[in-house]
């Protein structure tokens, strides 16, 4: 590495031409995050409100045709459309599941073997719509609609008739080992 030295200036000024600093003068580009997208649109959030960050996509399974190794990662695999069952059938048992569990006709323990576990703490302890308020009247689900954005998860939409109202209930699905498991849910 070399080094370059500059004879300091000397102050005109002064008359006793008596050295003065040498002064450089570096501009820096300062580290900045890129600017966005004009034609992306933009995610509006309300203030207070604390938007929930997408799950983590747990990593891949070992097959049982393959010897085992030791450092792979054991967690739950993500399955594709053709190991799946019909989505409007499974999406049909997980919308009036969650409502009859909000209707407080079956215990909220049932939820767990069909929900993430986020959403079955949220259906656990959260708020219930209004219109859940007890009640005897009969709960009534009309047909299913389903709509499938990728491979491995379906989105499926219903109304629910109760005591005289109709309600929209929508939910997402996502395949993970060979079944459908409620990641979300929306009751209006």
């Known amino acids: 590495m070399t080094a370059h030295v500059r004879p300091a200036p000397t102050n005109p000024s002064s008359g006793d ?5 040498g002064v450089r003068l570096r501009l ?33 399974r070992p097959r049982g045709d393959r010897p085992l190794d030791p450092d792979a990662d054991f967690g739950p695999a993500w ?41 079955f703490a949220a ?3 959260g708020r219930r719509p209004a219109w859940c308020a007890g009640g005897t009247a009969p709960l009534v689900l009309g047909p299913v609609h389903v709509c499938e954005p990728v491979d491995g998860v379906a989105e499926v939409s219903a109304v629910a008739r109760h005591a005289g109202r109709a309600h929209a209930v929508a939910a997402r699905l996502e395949g993970l080992d060979g079944r459908w498991r409620a990641t979300a849910l929306q009751i209006g």
């Open 28 to 60: 820096v580009a300062t580290p900045q995050p890129p600017l966005p997208d004009p034609g992306r649109p933009v995610g509006l959030t309300l203030p207070g409100v604390v938007t929930p960050r997408p799950a983590h996509r747990p990593g891949p």
């Open 123 to 125: 259906l656990s302890v």
């Open 17 to 21: 031409g008596a050295a003065v600093p």
């Open 79 to 119: 399955s594709s459309r053709a190991d799946l069952p019909p989505p409007a059938v499974a999406g049909r048992s997980v919308l009036l599941l969650a409502l009859e569990v909000l209707l407080d006709r079956r215990p909220a323990g049932q939820l767990r073997a069909v929900t993430s576990p986020g959403l």
